[in-house]
């Protein structure tokens, strides 16, 4: 568990430091998103938002601990206006869920981690 933790800040340090990342993936195994059974949580998002600032600590801590029961997706929505316009993001954040690449649930707004759980049936 230590070093998915590990792994998943590095991964958030370099997307961070680099300003190149599109969208940001905590998981511990990238061929992990394709496959049965694959949960994907996709929070779009904004820096300008302030809403979207105060859920991206939550989906932080909701990714780290929830390593390997699900894929955390950031998008922001500037950079990826294709695939905000392809899940029809209105309001941000969007929470978007899916399995198996179908979407299942979505809620937009705050919430608690506790909230992202329930969001993702976990």
Avoid at 56 to 62: A, G, L, S, W
Avoid at 97 to 107: A, D
Wanted: charged share 20%; glycine share 10%; hydrophobic share 40%.
């Amino acid at each position: 568990m230590k070093g998915n933790i590990i792994t998943s800040l590095i991964l958030l340090i370099i997307g961070v430091a680099s300003g190149t990342m599109v969208w940001m993936e905590f998981t511990r195994d990238p061929k992990a998103n394709t496959g049965e059974g694959n949960i994907v949580l996709m929070d779009f998002y904004a820096d300008w938002s302030g809403p979207c600032k105060i859920m991206k600590p939550v989906v932080h801590d909701f990714a780290i601990e929830m390593t390997g029961l699900i894929i955390v997706r950031e998008i922001n929505v500037d950079q990826n206006p294709d695939l905000t316009r392809q899940y029809q993001v209105r309001s941000i954040p969007c929470f978007v869920v899916t399995r198996n690449g179908v979407e299942v649930n979505r809620r937009s707004g705050t919430m608690s981690k506790e909230g992202l759980k329930q969001l993702a049936g976990l």
